[in-house]
């Protein structure tokens, strides 16, 4: 069944009431005051112009606009608009002379005013109907314009939500891998020491990808349920780590859900475990997460520098993080802060981002 929008017809709507009320303004005004009755021929005349200035409002809008003036070729436009006006003054000429108008209006006025009306000589221009002319021309040419103004922004602004959408998708794709050959890495360095252990990172691998490949791929996803992948990953990466790891997780309590990118944080976490643990040295690993409004969302992510080799099995290239301030450039234009203190006095590598999450560009790119 077809839906009705009134969308559809609100520009044909528009049109009909615009040349309405033109046309009731324009077939009812007299060119004499006072109790003059025009002739039927008269008001024929005026029936008629107001149809040629429907056709020259519709002729320049549609041909002399797009054609001349789009193409640059502005001296033919001008020319055009220059011709059409001479056109419509002949034409209007040559209906006054075909229906003896002149004669009939000097009858009228002689039996309403009782004297005849003073002769004319010459040529005479028909004033009224120049400037309406005039005033069709321009109006159809303005509106044309600014349509075409408003058609190209449009079109601008879409290929641009498109390069942003084609740019974003790329940079999740690169990141997703990087979280799976990482996760991976680790699973196999456990299979060495703890088989059953193995399975369970096997389990929460798989449930951790079903949320990156599925529940995430319409766009963004809620709070709750990226902080949710977050512990999961956390959880996953201690199954490798000793006593000397420290990992502390802070979480809002309770969490307000807000829309947010998917997997915008994990490249953090994925920095402070690859830089922040060794085999032989002790560190600590700690991740906070706060809310103090619905719509500002903090991260503190904190690791122990080390002076050793790391244990990373991974053999990042260190994409993550570059993907990840690309991807806040792109979503959240202007509403982010992120700070990064590569030696605290406590030392310690920092990261600190501060987001202002509502609407992303992901929710209106999805």
Request: proline share 6%.
């Amino acid at each position: 069944m077809a839906v009705l929008t009134p969308r559809r017809y609100l520009s044909p709507l528009i049109h009909v009431l615009v040349w309405g009320l033109f046309g009731l303004t324009f077939l009812l005004f007299q060119p004499l005051t006072g109790r003059l009755t025009m002739p039927p021929q008269f008001w024929l005349k005026q029936g008629l112009m107001f149809c040629v200035w429907i056709s020259l409002f519709y002729l320049t809008a549609r041909v002399t606009v797009p054609q001349l003036l789009f193409q640059g070729r502005t001296g033919w436009f001008v020319l055009a608009l220059f011709g059409t006006t001479v056109a419509v003054l002949l034409f209007s000429k040559f209906l006054e002379s075909a229906l003896n108008l002149p004669e009939l209006m000097d009858k009228a006025f002689m039996a309403a005013a009782g004297r005849p009306r003073l002769p004319r000589t010459g040529f005479r221009i028909d004033t009224m109907g120049l400037l309406t002319t005039m005033f069709v021309l321009g109006i159809s040419t303005s509106i044309t314009v600014v349509q075409k103004w408003q058609h190209d922004a449009q079109i601008r602004q879409s290929l641009e939500q498109q390069r942003v959408s084609s740019e974003l998708s790329v940079l999740k794709a690169q990141i997703n891998p990087h979280f799976f050959f990482n996760t991976l890495n680790n699973i196999y360095a456990l299979t060495l020491l703890d088989g059953e252990q193995a399975r369970t990172a096997i389990h929460r691998l798989s449930r951790m990808m079903r949320y990156v490949l599925y529940d995430t791929a319409s766009g963004p996803t809620l709070l709750s349920q990226e902080i949710a992948f977050v512990q999961d990953y956390i959880t996953l990466m201690q199954l490798r780590l000793d006593e000397r790891v420290t990992v502390t997780f802070e979480r809002p309590e309770p969490v307000r859900d807000v829309p947010v990118a998917p997997m915008l944080l994990l490249p953090f976490l994925e920095n402070a475990f690859k830089h922040g643990v060794a085999a032989t040295q002790a560190s600590t690993i700690y991740i906070g997460l706060r809310q103090p409004t619905p719509d500002v969302l903090e991260l503190e992510v904190r690791n122990t520098l080390l002076l050793l080799p790391s244990t990373d099995l991974s053999g990042s290239n260190g994409i993550g993080l570059a993907n990840t301030r690309r991807r806040l450039d792109l979503l959240y234009p202007g509403r982010f802060n992120l700070l990064v203190d590569d030696h605290t006095p406590a030392n310690e590598f920092r990261v600190h981002l501060t987001l202002h999450v509502g609407e992303s560009r992901a929710a209106v790119l999805a």
